[in-house]
């Protein structure tokens, strides 16, 4: 079946800024959605229109697409965006002109299109809309001239990714940019979880060292009190003093048994 794609770059780009993704500059994979999402992504006619605001700036993105057999049309941006509009449009018209219908390809949201998406479906053309949720006319949604609607959020996360920059110099999809960062949130909890492991230990032991220390007090006390009942007056003394310190470690013990409670 004979395809034809069709990229409005500058719909898709700033349908995709709105969708506010965490990277520095973010870029779509038009390559690696003709390979996922085409039939044959070598041979299928691929043609992508879009802007600049100055001669020469995106040239090696240009260039790239340029070697995966994209037909690229640029212009600077002038007028804003009716040039590629309308460069669009007769692009369409002479890719479907005089050709055995198959499936026609769309990637915008612009209700600008309208007139070609019109006369494919005409042709006998199956024709598809790719844009996002966001930035697509609402002519679109239900409309007899399309017979798909395909929403990129839905494939965002293997087809965004983020210019490599000198703090991340690493080709990063959104996809995988999420695992990292769940990943990174997940051994942070992980460190919280021991640190309060820790914390409930060290409070434990002090529960039990308070313990110790009313029971140990109690003990002495006693001792005290009976060798006083029972001891020489020279050794009373002595047992009394064992009195005080066993009372002052049942103190202390008590003290502590309720700091820890709190």
Do not use: C
């Not at 100055?54 to 340029?66: A, I, Q, T, Y």
């Not at 055995?100 to 006369?119: A, Q, Y």
Request: glycine share 10%; proline share 3%; charged share 30%.
């Amino acid at each position: 079946m004979k395809e034809i794609l069709i990229i409005d770059n500058s719909n898709v780009y700033v349908g995709m800024r709105k969708q506010e993704y965490p990277f520095h500059k973010e870029r779509f994979d038009y390559p690696k959605f003709a390979i996922q999402h085409l039939q044959d992504g070598n041979s299928t006619e691929k043609i992508i229109v879009g802007s600049r605001k100055f001669e020469g700036e995106g040239d090696g993105f240009w260039s790239m697409l340029r070697s995966k057999g994209f037909n690229t049309k640029i212009f600077e941006r002038t007028y804003g965006e009716k040039e590629v509009d309308t460069e669009i449009i007769a692009l369409g018209l002479d890719a479907i002109r005089d050709k055995e219908p198959g499936r026609f390809i769309l990637m915008s949201g612009d209700k600008d299109m309208r007139p070609l998406i019109g006369r494919a479906h005409d042709a006998g053309w199956k024709t598809e809309i790719w844009t996002w949720r966001s930035h697509i006319s609402s002519e679109y949604a239900y409309s007899e001239i399309i017979d798909k609607v395909n929403y990129l959020d839905d494939y965002a996360d293997e087809l965004v990714f983020h210019e490599p920059t000198e703090e991340n110099p690493f080709k990063e999809y959104l996809g995988d940019y999420k695992k990292r960062m769940s990943s990174k949130k997940n051994y942070g909890n992980s460190d919280s979880q021991k640190s309060q492991h820790t914390d409930e230990k060290t409070s434990d032991d002090s529960m039990a060292g308070a313990v110790g220390g009313i029971a140990a007090g109690i003990g002495v006390a006693a001792v005290g009190v009976a060798a006083v009942a029972l001891a020489p007056v020279e050794v009373s003394l002595i047992a009394s003093a064992a009195v005080l310190g066993g009372a002052g470690a049942l103190i202390g013990g008590v003290a502590g048994f309720f700091s820890n409670k709190k």
